[in-house]
């Protein structure tokens, strides 16, 4: 009777195939750790971005666009909205800083689009606070949850105007970016690798940044 003998090099080749089994399974376990871990890190970072103060959000006024505020602000005075738009220009008033308003629409998370072509007008926000018009600075990007105090009519170049006018309740600015620059937010990656040859090397590594 014969035995058949391993050789070495398949000894070596069946050994580096466990190896590959045990450590495949190994780093699904790991990817289903790194997947949970992200996923809390989102929900986490999602429900700490909150524009609209939580105290303010019943006050909100959410089926009046701004296209009807604009067709009549005296009929929705005293309503409470969240817009967004593009700073023009603003100044200091004696007991105010007025600030006037390109009107973007809202998208996901209550940040105001890029898109100028989507705006439907102009209004103003009058700030009873101080604020120093430098920090608020022609092409900033602005969400307001305001009160409609009814309008103001101005000059716009050789027309008269007529602006929807409201009193902030809570301004939040956002950061203005330039042309290329990432949009902030959560950055997660996750990274291995594994080489085979006259030794066996692995790693693995998981990042996270802002």
Avoid: N
């Amino acid at each position: 009777m014969k035995f058949c003998r391993r050789e070495p090099a398949q000894r070596s080749l069946l050994s580096s195939w466990g190896w590959c089994m045990r450590y495949c399974v190994s780093m699904r376990g790991r990817h289903l750790f790194f997947g949970w871990l992200v996923a809390g890190i989102l929900l986490s970072a999602c429900s700490s971005q909150r524009i609209v103060p939580e105290s303010m959000e019943p006050l909100v006024d959410r089926t009046v666009s701004f296209r009807d505020v604009l067709a009549s602000p005296e009929s929705y005075r005293g309503r409470v909205l969240v817009l967004g738009g593009e700073v023009l220009k603003a100044k200091r008033l004696r007991d105010s800083t007025q600030i006037e308003l390109l009107q973007l629409p809202l998208e996901d998370g209550e940040e105001p689009s890029f898109d100028r072509q989507q705006s439907q007008g102009r209004f103003l926000a009058l700030q009873q606070e101080f604020l120093d018009p430098a920090t608020v600075v022609e092409g900033t990007r602005v969400t307001i949850v305001g009160e409609v105090s009814g309008a103001k009519t101005d000059r716009l170049d050789d027309v008269e105007y007529r602006y929807p006018t409201l009193v902030v309740k809570h301004l939040h600015i956002w950061p203005v970016q330039s042309f290329g620059q990432r949009h902030p937010g959560l950055s997660i990656g996750v990274f291995g690798g594994m080489g085979v040859g006259g030794g066996t090397r692995r790693g693995g590594g998981f990042g996270i940044g802002f």
